[in-house]
C-alpha cells in the first residue's frame, strides 16, 4: 500500500470559505511541542486500530461493492495513520537518536503487519475485485478509472492473488525487510559520526580554503579539541579537503573513509545485511513468479523491467566513459607536473580537475560561494517559481517546529488560495541521515465534503552550516541540490487531485524525478543566477563574466559525473537482476548471511562495464542508502531517465526563446505537477510536450 501515515496537535489549521469557483480548503500543520519519545507507539497503536476499523467498516458493508463505497472509500482510509508516519519518520530521518531508533524497531513491524493485513485481506479483495471486473461498464472519470486501477494492481503485486502458503511467507519477508533497512540506515549513520579525523598541524591543510578551515576548527572546539581542526565523512566536511587540499595523503584517507562506510568488521557492517535483504528481495519476486526483484519491482514503471532500464543505462554509459577516460588522461598530465610516475588515483581526481577547470574557465569555485548564500538562493528558487506560475512563499512566523533550523512557509495561489505549507531543514546533524530529499508529511486530496486537504511539504539538506563569521555559503552543486529539493516540494504542492493515493509525487519511480531535475537546467540559467547569486558582504549581484564562466564550465568533467552516477545505477540493477535459481544455489553452498561476496560483487559489476579505476562509484554498496533504505531498489537508473525527460522538458522552454514562458509553464503545470498519478505518465508527457522524449537533448547537455 502507499504510506499510510494522528495528529496530535495542530500548530496552524486553516479552513477557508471559497467563491463557488472554488473548493473551500483545509491545510493543517503538526503542532511538535506536543510529539514526545512517549507519545509515539501509543500515536501509532491509536492509528493502526483506527485503520482496521475502517477496513472492518468497508468489508461489512451489506451493499453490493461500489466504486465509492469500496474504492474511495480505501483511497479514505489510513489517513490518521499516514499523519502519524509523516512526523515520525521525518523526525527520525532528521533527529534518529537512539531512542528514535528504538521506537522505529518497535512500530516497523506494526505498519508492516497493518498493511499485510489489508493487501491480503480475500473479503476487501473481493469487493475491490468485484469492481474492478465491472470497470468498463461504470463510466468512470479518467481520475476515477485510475484510481481503480491503481488500487487493484496494488492489490495484486502485493499478494491478493497469492496461495494462503505463499501469503504467509510474504508476510514474514516483508517483516523482515521492514527491519533490515531500519537497520542498514542505522549504521550508514553510526559510521558515519564514529569516524572523526582530527588535524593538529595547520601546515598539514595547506591549499584549504579559510572557510573550510574555520568550520573544522569550529567543529573540532565543539567535540572537546579547541585548536585542532575535525574532518568526518559528511560531505560537507570531506569535499573542499578532496577539491583543494595538498595534502595528497590526507586526501586519501577521507575519501576512504567516506567510501567504507558500513564495510568493517564491526557491529555497523552492513554486509550480512546486503545479502540476508537481496536474498528475500529474490525470494519476494519469485513469489509473484518473476526471476528477479527488478522486473518484479518494475512493472508499472515507465521502463516495466530491468532490461529496458539497463539498456537506456548502457546508452548513457559508454559515451560517459569515453568522456571520462578523455579527462583521465588531461588529469594524468597535470599530476605528472606534480609528482613525476606517480598515477592517478580516486583521492586526486576533484584535486586535479579544479585545478584544471581554473586553468581553462579561469573559474575557483571558491570565487563563487560568497555569491551562494543559501537563504538567496532560496528566495531565487521562491522567486522563479512566482515568475513561472504566479505563486507565492512567504515565511510563516511563530510556529512550532521540531528543530531551532527548520523554517515555515506558506504558499498561496495567484488568486490567494492556499497551497499548502512548506518547511526547510537544510543543515547538518549527527542524528540526521546524510543527503538532501523531500518528504511529505500530509497528503493532498479532497473530501467527500468537497473540501481540499493541501499537503506540508518539507526539504531536508546537508548544507554548510554558518561559522561565526559568515553564513551558509553553497557550492554551485549545493544551489543545484536545493533546485532539485524544491522541484519535488513543488510536484507536491501544486498537485491538484481527488484521492490522496495519486496526489503529488505518488507516480512511478522512473517519473518522480522529471519534477526535481528540471528544476536544474534553472539553477545556471544566467537570467535566474541574478535573482539569487548576491555577494554576501557587499550585496552586489555575481559579474556576468564569472557568471560566463559557469555556463561555460558546465560540460567540464561530465565525464566523470555521469560515470560515477550511472555505475551506481548500473550496480543497483545488476544486484536486483540476480535471479532466484542463482541466489538459491548460493544460499545452498554458503548460507543466508554470505551467500553473496559484496566486495567481489561489486567489483566484478562495475569493472565488467569497464569501470575505469580513478573513478569511485557515487555509492558503494555498504552505503548505499538509496537502495537498501529509501525504496530505490532497481530504481537508480530512474535519475538517467527522468534526466532525459528533464532535458527535452526544458527545451520546450527553450525553443521559445523565453525561459520563463508563462505559457509552456502553464502548460506543464496543467499537465505533470498537478496531476499526480492520475494517468499514466507516458501519455501525461506527450500531452505536455506533443510528442515523448528525445534522448538527444540530454547527451547535448552534458557534451557526450
Not at 533546485?483 to 518522480?512: I, K, M, W
Not at 502553464?666 to 510536450?689: H, Q
Amino acid at each position: 500500500m502507499n504510506k499510510k501515515i494522528l495528529i496530535l496537535g495542530m500548530s496552524a489549521m486553516t479552513l477557508l470559505a471559497c467563491n463557488k469557483a472554488q473548493k473551500p480548503v483545509a491545510c493543517q500543520i503538526p503542532d511538535f511541542s506536543q510529539w514526545t519519545v512517549e507519545s509515539y507507539k501509543p500515536a501509532f497503536e491509536k492509528a493502526i486500530a483506527a485503520y482496521n476499523a475502517e477496513i472492518e467498516a468497508i468489508v461489512a458493508n451489506a451493499e453490493a461493492p461500489t466504486f465509492q463505497n469500496t474504492i474511495v472509500a480505501l483511497d479514505r482510509s489510513g489517513l490518521e495513520l499516514q499523519n502519524v508516519e509523516g512526523v515520525f519518520f521525518n523526525l527520525l530521518e532528521t533527529d534518529g537518536d537512539q531512542q528514535m531508533n528504538e521506537i522505529a524497531e518497535e512500530v516497523t513491524p506494526l505498519i508492516t503487519e497493518c498493511s499485510d493485513n489489508i493487501v491480503l485481506n480475500e473479503a476487501l479483495f473481493a469487493r475491490v475485485k468485484a469492481v474492478y471486473d465491472q470497470k468498463e461498464s461504470l463510466g468512470l472519470t479518467p481520475e476515477q478509472a485510475r484510481l481503480l486501477e491503481v488500487t487493484y494492481k496494488n492489490f495484486e503485486m502485493n499478494g491478493a492473488n497469492l496461495s494462503e502458503e505463499k501469503k504467509a511467507r510474504l508476510r514474514e519477508i516483508n517483516q523482515e525487510l521492514g527491519l533490515l533497512s531500519l537497520k542498514f540506515g542505522q549504521n550508514v549513520v553510526a559510521e558515519t559520526n564514529s569516524c572523526q579525523r582530527f588535524i593538529k598541524n595547520e601546515e598539514e591543510l595547506k591549499g584549504l580554503p579559510e572557510g573550510a578551515k574555520q568550520a573544522a576548527a569550529e567543529e573540532a572546539e565543539a567535540a572537546g579539541h579547541k585548536g585542532e581542526w575535525l574532518f568526518t565523512p559528511k560531505r560537507t566536511s570531506f569535499t573542499p579537503v578532496l577539491q583543494y587540499c595538498e595534502n595528497r595523503e590526507l586526501r586519501k584517507q577521507l575519501l576512504l573513509d567516506y567510501t567504507t562506510r558500513g564495510n568493517h568488521e564491526n557491529a555497523n557492517d552492513n554486509k550480512v545485511v546486503i545479502n540476508k535483504t537481496l536474498a528475500l528481495r529474490i525470494e519476494k519476486a519469485a513469489l509473484f513468479g518473476y526471476d528477479c526483484p527488478a522486473d518484479y519491482i518494475l512493472q508499472d514503471a515507465m521502463a516495466h523491467d530491468g532490461k529496458t532500464a539497463r539498456a537506456l543505462l548502457q546508452q548513457v554509459w559508454e559515451p560517459s566513459l569515453e568522456a571520462a577516460k578523455r579527462e583521465r588522461a588531461a588529469l594524468q598530465e597535470l599530476l605528472d607536473q606534480d609528482l613525476p610516475g606517480e598515477k592517478l588515483q580516486p583521492w586526486d581526481w576533484w584535486f586535479y580537475a579544479e585545478k584544471l577547470r581554473k586553468q581553462k574557465y579561469d573559474l575557483d569555485e571558491e570565487q563563487i560561494k560568497p555569491y551562494l548564500e543559501l537563504k538567496n538562493v532560496r528566495k531565487g528558487v521562491f522567486d522563479l517559481a512566482h515568475k513561472l506560475w504566479g505563486i507565492t512563499i512567504e515565511p510563516k512566523e511563530g510556529m512550532a517546529v521540531y528543530h531551532p533550523d527548520v523554517e515555515v512557509f506558506v504558499v498561496k495561489n495567484t488568486d490567494g488560495g492556499l497551497l499548502g505549507y512548506f518547511l526547510t531543514d537544510y543543515f547538518p546533524r549527527d542524528t540526521k541521515r546524510p543527503g538532501a530529499w523531500m518528504n511529505n508529511m500530509c497528503p493532498q486530496f479532497v473530501d467527500d465534503e468537497g473540501v481540499d486537504h493541501r499537503p506540508v511539504i518539507v526539504n531536508v539538506g546537508n548544507f554548510n552550516k554558518p561559522t561565526a563569521g559568515k553564513p551558509s555559503l553553497l557550492s554551485m552543486d549545493d544551489a543545484e541540490t536545493l533546485f532539485h529539493e524544491f522541484g519535488h516540494a513543488l510536484h507536491g504542492l501544486l498537485t491538484e487531485c481527488t484521492y490522496q493515493s495519486l496526489s503529488g509525487t505518488n507516480v512511478p519511480r522512473d517519473f518522480v524525478e522529471l519534477p526535481s531535475q528540471l528544476m536544474e537546467n534553472w539553477c545556471y540559467a544566467p537570467e535566474v543566477m541574478k535573482t539569487y547569486a548576491f555577494h554576501y558582504e557587499t550585496g552586489e549581484v555575481m559579474p556576468d563574466s564569472l557568471m560566463d564562466k559557469i555556463v561555460a564550465a558546465g560540460k567540464f568533467n561530465q565525464g566523470f559525473v555521469e560515470t560515477e552516477l550511472l555505475s551506481a545505477a548500473i550496480l543497483d540493477m545488476d544486484y536486483h537482476m540476480i535471479t532466484f535459481e542463482q541466489m538459491q544455489e548460493a544460499v545452498a553452498a554458503k548460507g543466508i548471511e554470505n551467500w553473496l561476496d559484496v566486495n567481489a560483487f561489486e567489483e566484478s559489476s562495475l569493472y565488467g562495464m569497464g569501470m575505469i579505476p580513478e573513478i569511485i562509484v557515487r555509492y558503494r554498496s555498504t552505503f548505499y542508502n538509496h537502495i537498501f533504505t529509501t525504496g530505490y531498489e532497481a530504481g537508480y537508473y530512474s535519475y538517467t531517465w527522468s534526466a532525459v525527460l528533464d532535458s527535452d522538458a526544458f527545451h520546450a522552454f527553450v525553443e521559445t526563446g523565453d525561459l520563463f514562458n508563462q505559457e509552456v509553464a502553464a502548460k506543464y503545470r496543467k499537465e505533470i505537477l498537478s496531476r499526480g498519478n492520475t494517468e499514466d505518465p507516458a501519455v501525461m508527457y506527450r500531452n505536455f510536450r506533443g510528442k515523448d522524449a528525445d534522448a538527444k537533448y540530454l547527451l547535448e547537455k552534458k557534451g557526450l
